[in-house]
């Protein structure tokens, strides 16, 4: 057990649970493949043909699209676009712009053994991704997650972008067994922003077996902050979640744990630090009682 997990074990010794009341029992296939996306439609193009090309059997998966903001014309013509691979498209007509309600939603529909949530800015170059990943899962009953190393898609054309976290429990590429994700209720459906490393803390602090392997990889553009609108959203959706005071004081204070990097000059370190301080600001406003902040 690494440290981080035998913290999170000691302060919450019964983590909160998520939003998740409905869900299909049976599964149905090996694994389910789960996006939530808004437009974009380009991206989710590029990630769709990545599973289009799969050797894992067309039979053993479905795709899950969960499109925000009541859907497009767009994005609901993608099954037709791929009409081999094993598609639902959803729309839902409330809880626009809450990601941990979105994710939710695309659970509920999910059924499969294996829940592999992905970005629409996800990009899988292996064939045998699928088949990799359920076989890791096969090779251990007590596996609930598994991380595969993520590369930074950017560095391919610009090596100044070469910097990616290679494992990070994030619902860009990251694959649990469904029972662990019912028996911890599924995300907060009250986030705006970062419901996935909310839902890890939960994970973590229950003491689920997980895996981060090399034996399976993708890509995934690199955390760049233009703006702070996403970073505001996810400081003010954990300065309002379930979690007793003195974990949000803690929690607040790892959100800001990069904000001296603002001194070093390196690309990295700077997006970091413009983070970490709309996070502060997120969180401030959430602590006061202010509005919650619009992300798209």
Not at 65 to 78: I, N, P
Not at 98 to 106: P, Q, S
Not at 177 to 198: H, K, N, P, T, Y
Not at 232 to 254: D, T, W
Request: include cysteine.
């Amino acid at each position: 057990m690494d440290f981080r997990t035998l913290v999170l074990r000691r302060l919450l010794k019964d983590p909160p649970k998520g939003d998740l009341d409905e869900f299909i029992p049976d599964n149905r296939y090996k694994i389910s493949c789960v996006f939530v996306f808004y437009k974009r439609i380009h991206l989710m193009e590029t990630i769709l043909s990545c599973l289009n090309e799969q050797t894992f059997s067309k039979e053993d998966f479905e795709v899950v699209l969960v499109e925000d903001r009541g859907g497009s014309e767009a994005g609901s013509s993608l099954k037709a676009r791929f009409p081999s691979l094993d598609m639902k498209y959803h729309s839902p007509s409330s809880g626009w712009g809450l990601m941990g309600y979105m994710r939710n939603f695309g659970l509920s529909r999910a059924q499969g053994e294996i829940v592999l949530f992905l970005d629409d800015d996800t990009v899988i170059m292996d064939g045998e991704f699928l088949e990799r990943l359920y076989g890791l899962f096969k090779s251990d009953d007590r596996l609930m997650a598994v991380l595969p190393r993520g590369n930074a898609s950017f560095c391919l054309l610009e090596g100044r972008y070469s910097y990616h976290d290679p494992f990070f429990f994030t619902s860009r590429c990251t694959a649990y067994r469904r029972d662990c994700l019912i028996e911890l209720r599924g995300f907060d459906s009250s986030f705006i922003g970062q419901e996935d490393v909310e839902f890890a803390i939960r994970f973590l602090a229950r003491g689920y077996k997980f895996m981060a392997t090399d034996e399976i990889q993708y890509y995934h553009p690199p955390l760049i902050v233009d703006n702070l609108n996403k970073a505001v959203a996810v400081g003010y959706s954990f300065s309002r979640s379930r979690y007793n005071l003195l974990f949000k004081f803690l929690l607040g204070i790892n959100g800001a744990r990069w904000l001296p990097r603002i001194i070093f000059p390196t690309k990295k370190n700077k997006y970091m630090a413009r983070f970490s301080y709309g996070f502060m600001l997120g969180f401030i406003k959430g602590m006061v009682g202010a509005k919650p902040p619009l992300y798209t």
